[in-house]
Nanobody
């Protein structure tokens, strides 16, 4: 069973930056898709940045140009660099990993709270 552990959340001011990390208990190279999602109070969980093994990263329109996904296979860690933060970025941020082989499966982290003050 793979475990994903997020870290790096916290309180920041609008206009500031935070960098989230998600470390997997196994090799992230085995995953076909890895991504960051967020869920604000009273809202549905939404995708923020999704990376596929094809090398493409898909960003939500609301974060394009402000957030950057990256990965370090040697550390089994993916990151989300968040800049120019806005109060509406306040949410719990989750890491997700998806593998298709030998059977479809997905894993979620426990989430990390990000709070942006105005």
């Amino acid at each position: 069973q793979v475990q994903l552990v997020e870290s790096g959340g916290g309180l920041a001011q609008a206009g500031g930056s935070l960098k989230l990390s998600c470390t997997a208990s196994g090799s992230i190279a085995s995953f076909n898709v890895m991504g960051w999602y967020r869920q604000a109070p009273g809202k549905q969980r939404e995708s923020v940045a999704i990376f596929t093994t094809g090398g493409n990263t898909i960003y939500a329109d609301s974060v394009k140009g402000r957030f950057t996904f990256s990965r370090d296979n040697a550390k089994n860690t993916v990151y989300l660099q968040m800049s120019s933060l806005k109060p509406e970025d306040t949410a719990v941020y989750f890491c997700k990993a998806v593998a298709f082989s030998p059977y479809p499966r997905e894993y979620w982290g426990q989430g990390t709270q990000v709070t942006i003050s105005s």
